[in-house]
């Protein structure tokens, strides 16, 4: 049987919950057992794909085409698993299936409720994680006495009383504030995040405590004498430079043994020098770059969660500290845009929907095309490298993306013919894994040194191949594209030092170890144009 252990949150969101379970699923891989991880939303959306990158962050595609929360990004991240849509359910998911069940008559006549139903089916999502795991961690999302999360603390509460003490594990993580006028770190937001979960039916097993200072061990006898939690399994997890020094903080208090005796585990040596040496290289780089990331919502900048953290990877590799400078698409034009990406070494254009600040992508790309300053394009970035090169090279002045303008007379940009028809917006975009043929004598085979890759989509929108052969004609390299070569995947122009555009999402796939190709190269040719 499968152990399992839940990660929930109290006192206020934002604490790291994500974080800290993916630290801990670190920690368990790294002595030997199969690790799986998964996120429960207490939000009615059935996926975050509809969501507002302002409300909601990144969202996150799994191989398999899920839409899922950003904290996935964290899980893959720090475990180096491949996770699917068995790995993120939503309220939404839980009630649309027993509503489906309901209306075809699954149960029988009865009453639908919120106890047993929708309590079984959290379980059910929960208890099929571990048909391929030996460990499975779930957090739950929102804040313990938020009434959206009920019924998945209900579930688990169940749980425990279903499978055993010795195979479930609660974890509990709160805050402990430093009063400043006081001098004081305060523990009682910490007592009352228990006492609430208890309400519930649920003694935590361990208090994660978040704060920005060390506490003794005052602190920590009065956490467990009114948390009811032994003093061994209180844990001070404290701020940090990088979230990637927290499974080392987390390995230095040996939480990992307190979670394996529990969970009644063998006795398992763990090794992270790997792990020490990547956070070795961020915390004392040997120089350091400017990047420009010029998309549309940056004052939210979980929005590219995964690019800042891809961009950490490939500074780490390179041994280099990647200043990330976020730009606005929307305050580039012509007259501006030099005094704006003014001391940039390379300029990134991540993805995106809409029309707002494409203007200001276009003037982007113009620039960094006509100044040799190294412009990785993403997916919407790739699409605005196509409409820039098609105007200002191709002489087609009013090229344009059908997604932005239905009467452009240049649609180099144009909706796939199986997305012409589609009214429904959730979860009907080209998603997911697909393979990508890459020509020879390219950067992007010098990138990757294979012929076939297979990377991460969400989109709607493709190249229009009635412009290939036109664009190509003026230099435009189409260096990738789908193994029937229908849709373009990958363009770059081999004038320039580094001039890349890929219709896919590469940072989906970048982990800490092993930094993705194309970011690793990017940043390199930045520092060399820096130098």
Request: glycine share 8%; aromatic share 8%; hydrophobic share 35%.
């Amino acid at each position: 049987m499968a152990k399992h252990i839940f990660v929930m949150g109290g006192v206020l969101s934002s604490l790291g919950k994500g974080i800290a379970t993916a630290s801990i699923g670190l920690l368990l891989k790294k002595m030997g057992y199969n690790v799986g991880l998964q996120k429960l939303d207490p939000y009615l959306n059935v996926d975050p794909g509809t969501m507002s990158p302002f409300q909601h962050g990144e969202v996150f595609v799994t191989d398999d085409g899920a839409e899922t929360d950003l904290d996935l990004g964290h899980y893959e991240r720090f475990c180096g698993t491949s996770l699917d849509k068995y790995s993120s359910s939503s309220s939404g998911q839980i009630y649309e299936e027993v509503i489906k069940k309901e209306r075809r008559g699954d149960y029988l006549g009865k009453t639908v409720q919120v106890i047993p139903h929708v309590t079984n089916e959290i379980k059910s999502r929960i208890l099929k994680m571990g048909e391929k795991y030996d460990i499975v961690l779930t957090e739950i999302g929102g804040t313990v006495g938020d009434i959206e999360s009920l019924p998945f603390l209900e579930a688990i509460r169940h749980l425990r009383m279903d499978i055993g003490f010795e195979n479930t594990l609660y974890i509990l993580l709160t805050y402990v504030p430093y009063i400043t006028s006081a001098g004081e770190l305060k523990t009682k937001p910490t007592q009352h995040s228990a006492i609430k979960l208890r309400e519930i039916g649920i003694q935590p097993d361990i208090m994660l405590c978040r704060s920005e200072m060390s506490f003794d061990e005052e602190i920590t006898n009065k956490i467990a004498l009114f948390t009811n939690v032994p003093k061994r399994n209180v844990f001070n997890a404290i701020d940090v430079d990088t979230v990637y020094a927290v499974p080392l903080n987390y390995h230095e208090s040996d939480i990992h043994n307190v979670i394996a005796n529990h969970l009644r585990l063998a006795d398992r040596r763990l090794d992270i020098s790997g792990w020490k040496k990547v956070v070795e290289n961020i915390r004392n780089p040997k120089d350091s770059v400017n990047v420009a990331v010029c998309g549309k919502y940056v004052l939210h900048q979980d929005a590219y969660k995964s690019i800042e953290e891809s961009l950490i990877h490939a500074g780490a590799e390179n041994h280099l500290k990647v200043h990330i400078n976020w730009v606005d698409s929307e305050d580039c034009y012509d007259e501006d845009v030099k005094e704006r990406l003014k001391g940039m070494d390379g300029i990134l254009i991540p993805g995106g929907f809409g029309v707002r600040g494409i203007e200001g992508k276009i003037c982007i790309a113009k620039y960094a095309r006509e100044n040799n300053i190294p412009l990785f394009g993403i997916c919407l970035g790739m699409q605005v490298i196509s409409i820039e090169f098609a105007r200002n090279v191709c002489d087609l002045k009013k090229a344009n993306s059908a997604e932005f303008e239905d009467a452009t007379p240049y649609p180099v940009i144009d909706l796939m013919d199986d997305q012409q028809y589609i009214q429904m917006m959730g979860g009907t975009m080209r998603l997911g894994a697909y393979d990508c043929r890459i020509v020879k004598d390219t950067l992007a085979r010098k990138i990757y040194d294979k012929e076939l890759i297979s990377e991460r989509h969400r989109h709607r929108f493709e190249f229009n191949n009635k412009y290939r052969v036109q664009m190509a004609e003026k230099g435009l390299v189409f260096s990738g594209t789908s193994p029937d070569e229908k849709l373009v995947e990958i363009v770059e122009l081999p004038s320039n030092d580094f001039y890349i555009g890929v219709q896919f999402h590469p940072e989906f796939k970048s982990r800490p170890e092993k930094a993705h190709p194309i970011f690793r190269e990017f940043v390199k040719a930045a520092y060399e144009n820096k130098k």
